[in-house]
């Protein structure tokens, strides 16, 4: 079996982000999509979140592959792909090495 990549578009590097954005930390807003991740993580996190509410960060782990992100006044952590930042409450922060 052959495999071809896709050829990259002008559409595509329109819509790629400049530089890699850091990753959420304390006092950040974030809004629930309840999109992404796997189904599990979806149906568990729409019973804890509204889409298109903003919630505030209280902290971040960011793993080999994922970053998992708890919200103030809720319980758990949550796959951070279902979630948009919508403000940033410090400068830019990455994890150690990059």
């Not at 559409?11 to 599990?40: C, Q, S, V």
Request: neutral net charge; glycine residues 8%; aromatic residues 10%.
């Amino acid at each position: 079996m052959i495999y071809a990549a896709s050829p990259v578009t002008s559409t595509d590097r329109a819509l790629a982000p400049a530089k890699a954005e850091r990753w959420p930390t304390k006092g950040d807003r974030m809004i629930f999509l309840n999109e992404h991740g796997y189904p599990e993580q979806r149906k568990r996190a729409a019973k804890a979140f509204e889409v298109g509410k903003e919630y505030e960060v209280d902290a971040c782990d960011v793993g080999d592959w994922s970053h998992s992100v708890r919200f103030v006044g809720v319980e758990g952590w949550h796959n951070g792909v279902m979630f948009k930042r919508v403000s940033v409450s410090s400068p830019v922060h990455t994890r150690e090495g990059e």
